[in-house]
């Protein structure tokens, strides 16, 4: 079969990763914070912590779809 017939597989999230949250509004970051995947809740959801600016962690509710893998140029 011709190549155009296979489904890309999409990065799916596991607890203990990191991963790239895009958020477009909120108090964390405009534009996209590395967050750490802590676990996964229902419905699609994913529990991740971040860093505030003042160095605090903070936990929050994203969806999955929101998250992307991180840059492979991040360390």
Do not use: H
């Amino acid at each position: 079969m011709a190549n155009g017939n296979r489904k890309k597989t999409r990065w799916q999230p596991c607890p203990g990763e990191l991963a790239y949250y895009w958020c477009t509004s909120g108090k964390l970051a405009r534009g996209g914070l590395n967050v750490r995947v802590l676990a996964e809740a229902s419905g699609g959801y994913m529990v991740v912590e971040a860093l505030r600016s003042d160095g605090s962690a903070v936990r929050i509710t994203v969806k999955a779809s929101s998250l992307a893998a991180p840059q492979p140029s991040l360390f």
